[in-house]
C-alpha cells in the first residue's frame, strides 16, 4: 500500500502467507463493513473513482457498481493479481501495482469525484500522511467525495491508530465531513472537497 511507514515487504510477506491474509473474503464483519461503505456514497453514481490500497478487490467489486470508471491500485503484487481476477468481468475497472503516496495517478483537470481511503491511513509515518493527504485534496474534483474508513483497535503494525487517522482529516482544508458512522470496531467518514458549499444527500435532491 505504501512505501512509506510501514514497509512494501510486509505487505509482500503477509500476502505470501496466506492468498487473503485479513480475511476479507470470508468474515462476516469485512462483508458487512464493505457495505456499509458503500451505503454512505452520497451519489447514486460516480464519474471517476480511485481506490488507493484495495487489496484483493472486495471493496472494489461494491464499488464498481457505482461508478463509470474506477481506478484500483496495491503495492503488493499478490494482492493486484486477486483484484485482476475478480474483476475480469469489469471493463470499466482497472487494477495497478502502485506505491502511494510516492506514485499517484496523474488527473489533471480529469480530478476524481470519489476517492476511498480504506484502511490505509494507519501505516504512514508524518511526511507520508502529509502527501497522501495533500495528493488525495488536489486529485478531488470540486464537491468530490471522500470516503474514509479505518480500524479503531490498537495493531503492533501500525504507525497510528484508526481514530488519529479521522482526527487527522477532520482538520484538512479543503474537506467538509458531512456524515460519520461510528461503531467500537471501526470509524466511518465521509467528506466533500469545498468549495463549493457541502450540501447533505437531501439538499443535493432538493427537498430542502
Known amino acids: 500500500m505504501t512505501a512509506r511507514g510501514t514497509p512494501a515487504d510486509y505487505f509482500d510477506g503477509m500476502y505470501a502467507g496466506a492468498e487473503d491474509p485479513w480475511g476479507f473474503e470470508t468474515r462476516w464483519y469485512d462483508q458487512r463493513k464493505h457495505d456499509v461503505t458503500v ?69 489533471a483537470d480529469d480530478r476524481f469525484d470519489l476517492i476511498v481511503l480504506s484502511e490505509l491511513g494507519y501505516y504512514f509515518d508524518d511526511a507520508g500522511w502529509d502527501r497522501l493527504v495533500a495528493r488525495t485534496v488536489d486529485s478531488l474534483a470540486p464537491g468530490g467525495t471522500l470516503v474514509a474508513v479505518h480500524w479503531r483497535p490498537a495493531v503492533a503494525e501500525h504507525v497510528r491508530g484508526g481514530d488519529e487517522v479521522h482526527r487527522l482529516l477532520d482538520g484538512v482544508d479543503g474537506l467538509a465531513r458531512t456524515a460519520r458512522h461510528e461503531e467500537a470496531d471501526f470509524l466511518l467518514d465521509v467528506f466533500l472537497r469545498v468549495p463549493p458549499p457541502a450540501r447533505s444527500v437531501a439538499q443535493a435532491d432538493g427537498l430542502w
Open 39 to 107: 451505503a454512505c456514497l452520497p451519489r447514486r453514481r460516480y464519474r471517476s473513482a480511485f481506490e488507493p490500497g484495495c487489496s484483493t478487490g472486495m471493496l472494489t467489486r461494491r464499488l464498481a457498481l457505482r461508478c463509470d470508471r474506477l481506478l484500483a491500485v496495491d503495492i503488493a503484487a499478490a494482492a493486484v493479481a486477486s483484484a485482476r481476477r475478480r474483476l475480469a468481468d469489469q471493463p470499466h475497472v482497472r487494477v495497478e501495482r502502485m506505491s502511494v503516496p510516492d506514485e499517484w495517478p496523474a488527473v
